[in-house]
């Protein structure tokens, strides 16, 4: 939370719409996708770590950041779209993939409209390729009354999401006690997207499956799911039933790579390295 940063740049990905990256570092480049309404700005521990050895770009997704806010495109398969895209403008081989939350939404979506051939490894950050289910044992957001109650109650006013935000952030991102100007910086990420998006990103995430695609990675490339603590006991079971071949790591809450940066960059460098 520096009040200055390294410049990042734009890549048109249609007429009018520019998707905002950061481009650090040379080497085997590392993808990061940032989750539901986030920036580029979330992962500032893993960019200065991991542009030292490695290229390292982060985004921030259509509607979100500094990126173009449209009134079209708010859904992952458009997301993905624009992400084959900007791997293709920046020519990138052998890509390390790493989805947050819903960023796994846009990784997986790649992997349904590119497949894996630009692909080294996927790295997911605690989620499920199927958000929702009516399967008890299957690893999802939430019971559909609550995932459904969220929306009808945060997500119809400025006001209502960024009381979500405030309530995701204290209670299931963050496992310490947030500072006033942490609790801040949070919140005004996804404040740069408009409501009435945030809403669509929603939905569009929770009604999301990629099991199939999950699937195919599992078969083909080197993977990792890296899941929070307090869910850790179905999640872990889901992957491992599912994914037998993905690893998987257990560390913090839903912002771990944020909050426990130095464990969690062990715990990505060292996948990178066994690859």
């Known amino acids: 939370m520096n009040s200055y940063r390294q410049p990042g740049n734009y890549i048109e990905v249609e007429p009018g719409v520019e998707i905002y990256y950061e481009d650090r570092g040379t080497g085997t480049p590392i993808v990061f996708v940032p989750g539901w309404t986030f920036t580029t700005e979330v992962f500032v521990h893993q960019m200065d770590h991991f542009s030292k050895t490695h ?10 950041g500094r990126s173009s806010i449209t009134l079209h495109g708010n859904d992952y398969p458009t997301h993905a779209a624009d992400l084959a895209k900007i791997i293709k403008a920046l020519d990138l081989q052998d890509v ?5 939350s819903f960023g796994c939404l846009e990784a997986w979506g790649y992997v349904r409209q590119e497949g894996t051939k630009a692909l080294k490894a996927m790295v997911y950050i605690d989620l499920s390729p ?3 289910s009516v399967n008890p044992q299957d690893w999802v957001e939430g019971p559909l009354d609550e995932i459904a109650g969220a929306y009808n ?11 979500f935000v405030t309530y995701y952030a204290d209670e299931i991102m963050v ?7 942490e609790m801040f910086w949070i919140v005004e990420q996804s404040l740069k997207t408009p409501h009435y998006i945030a809403s669509a990103l929603f939905a569009s995430g929770m009604f999301s499956n990629y099991m199939e695609e999950a699937k195919l990675v599992d078969e083909s490339l080197p993977a990792l799911s890296i899941i929070a603590e307090h869910w850790a006991d179905k999640a872990v ?3 491992q039933k599912n994914f037998p071949r993905t690893k998987i790591a257990v560390l913090g809450g839903h912002m ?3 909050e426990h940066a130095e464990k969690f960059n062990k715990i990505l460098g060292d996948f990178i390295a066994s690859l």
């Open 130 to 132: 199927k958000p929702l």
């Open 237 to 239: 079971a889901f992957m």
């Open 55 to 64: 290229r390292v770009i982060a985004i921030d997704p259509r509607s979100q």
């Open 175 to 181: 496992q310490r006690e947030l500072s006033q100007e």
């Open 96 to 100: 390390v993939l790493v989805g947050w």
């Open 256 to 258: 771990m790579f944020w």
């Open 153 to 163: 109650t945060y997500l119809l006013s400025r006001k209502g999401q960024r009381d």
